[in-house]
């Protein structure tokens, strides 16, 4: 089957620094991804939805100047988290859509703000 | 999309049967039935879909009822892999293609040998 993969997998970073997350299709073009975020214990809620080659749609309440989605390529969006602090410290798991509409899902990345 | 409701938690032992329910009593006549799973600390993956009919797969069973406001996904014996929090979500035909999947609470499965 299609495959996501998301880099990297787990990463640390001090408190007012930027963090990016990549999100690769494999093997099948995405026009269209989606990021989302989930903390303990909870679900996963929808953070944007990346377009290739246009702005990404935010979710109400999600910061679109500090979470910076960039869709350069049918294969790449990415994610950057800038000027992080503690609470942005969570599981991202990025999502792209395959021909026939399933959905696909990138491994995660637990991001930790110290 | 319209709304799912499933139960918290269930548990099983390894090797036996689970029934995992899902009630969408709103349900359209346009809307897949799609479950996914999500093992701890990775992204969710896909089980299975279905409209109308009963689906099966090498990884589980739906069972669809006949009005459709519920179903139930069937892993036929259940193994320590398979303890995962599943994921009932309704998704309109006519509306797949460019949005996100929007998930609820699920249900956390446990299983036990």
């Known amino acids: 089957g299609a495959v996501v993969s998301q880099h990297p997998s787990r990463v640390i970073c001090k408190s007012g620094t930027s963090v990016k997350i990549e999100c690769r299709s494999l093997d099948f073009q995405a026009t269209t991804m989606f990021w989302y975020r989930q903390f303990p214990k909870q679900s996963l809620m929808l953070m944007a939805t990346?377009?290739?080659?246009?702005?990404?749609?935010?979710e109400q309440g999600v910061e679109k100047d500090k979470f910076l989605i960039n869709h350069a390529s049918l294969t790449l969006s990415t994610l950057t988290v800038t000027s992080a602090h503690p609470e942005d410290s969570s599981f991202y798991i990025c999502?792209?859509?395959?021909?026939?509409?399933?959905?696909?899902f990138g491994q995660g990345t637990r991001l930790t703000v110290v | 999309d319209a709304k799912t409701t499933q139960p918290n938690s269930m548990e099983s032992n390894e090797e036996e049967p689970v029934h995992l329910p899902c009630n969408h009593s709103?349900?359209?006549?346009?809307?897949?039935i799609h479950w996914y799973r999500q093992l701890p600390s990775q992204g969710p993956e896909y089980v299975i879909h279905g409209l109308t009919s009963n689906v099966n797969n090498r990884m589980a069973s739906l069972a669809i009822a006949e009005d459709r406001k519920s179903s139930t996904l069937i892993l036929h014996r259940a193994t320590l892999r398979d303890a995962a929090v599943y994921y009932c979500?309704?998704?309109?035909?006519?509306?797949?293609?460019?949005?996100?999947?929007?998930f609820g609470k699920g249900t956390t499965l446990s299983v036990s040998s």
């Open positions: 979500i309704l998704r309109d035909l006519n509306n797949q293609a460019g949005t996100a999947l929007i």
């Open positions: 999502s792209a859509r395959g021909v026939l509409g399933e959905a696909f």
């Open positions: 990346s377009n290739e080659g246009s702005k990404a749609t935010y």
């Open positions: 709103t349900i359209s006549g346009t809307d897949y």
